[in-house]
């Protein structure tokens, strides 16, 4: 059974670091191009960043810079290290697998940036 869990969210004053995990089950996740997302309240949910099968990345222009998406083939888990984060990063984050027919999500973890 395809499983995602998000974990690493919480409370981070502005210019703080969280690094998000997504533990993946019942695939590979390298297998597969996989993202982060996020939705803010009363907003779209938005792209954040995204990992291809072959390792490149690539980010939403507001996190070019300040977050990093990775993953660890052994632990067969994706991660998003934020930095610098502002109170508009304020959101709950997805992780995602694929698209289309394949695509799966998390369930997610509140991010909250405030003093």
């Known amino acids: 059974q395809v499983q995602l869990v998000e974990s690493g969210g919480g409370l981070v004053q502005p210019g703080g670091s969280l690094r998000l995990s997504c533990a993946a089950s019942?695939?590979?996740?390298?297998?597969?191009?996989m993202s982060w997302f996020r939705q803010a309240p009363g907003k779209e949910r938005e792209l954040v960043a995204f990992?291809?099968?072959?390792?490149?990345?690539n980010y939403a222009d507001a996190m070019k810079g300040r977050f990093t998406i990775s993953r660890n083939n052994d632990k067969n888990t994706m991660y998003l290290q934020m930095n610098s984060l502002k109170p508009e990063d304020t959101a709950v984050y997805y992780c995602?697998?694929?698209?289309?027919?394949?695509?799966?999500w998390g369930q997610g973890t509140q991010v909250t940036v405030s003093s």
């Open positions: 995602k697998r694929g698209g289309g027919p394949n695509e799966s």
């Open positions: 990992i291809f099968m072959g390792g490149s990345t």
């Open positions: 019942g695939f590979t996740l390298s297998s597969y191009t």
